[in-house]
């Protein structure tokens, strides 16, 4: 009998460049790199359970080299808000 073949993987990662991939995630103030090309921004409101609720700025970037798509949160309150990888 053959071996079983290996199912298909349907939830491979993205591929992301070099640059891309040394993109420290989550973490206010890490650097970008020079080929991420700036998009749209959009403001979205976030809770924080004391001051109630702010706004913050999340600007779209694509990388001109690689195609990913980043999303960086500027929250000032956040220190863990920054670059994500965009989801849709
Ligand atoms: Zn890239």
């Known amino acids: 009998m053959p071996p079983a073949p290996s199912p298909p993987v349907d939830s491979t ?5 070099a640059s891309c991939a ?5 973490w206010r103030r890490a650097p970008g790199h020079a080929e991420l090309v700036q998009s749209a921004s959009r403001k979205v ?8 609720g702010h706004t913050v ?5 694509v990388c ?3 195609g990913t798509r ?6 000032r ?5 920054g670059w994500s990888l ?3």
């Open 64 to 66: 001109d080299a690689c």
């Open 86 to 88: 965009a989801k849709g």
């Open 57 to 61: 700025t999340i600007t779209r970037y």
């Open 13 to 17: 990662p993205p591929a992301l460049c």
């Open 45 to 52: 409101e976030r809770s924080d359970g004391q001051s109630g």
């Open 70 to 75: 980043w999303d960086y949160e500027n929250d």
């Open 77 to 81: 309150t956040n220190q863990h808000a």
């Open 22 to 26: 040394a993109i420290q995630r989550n």
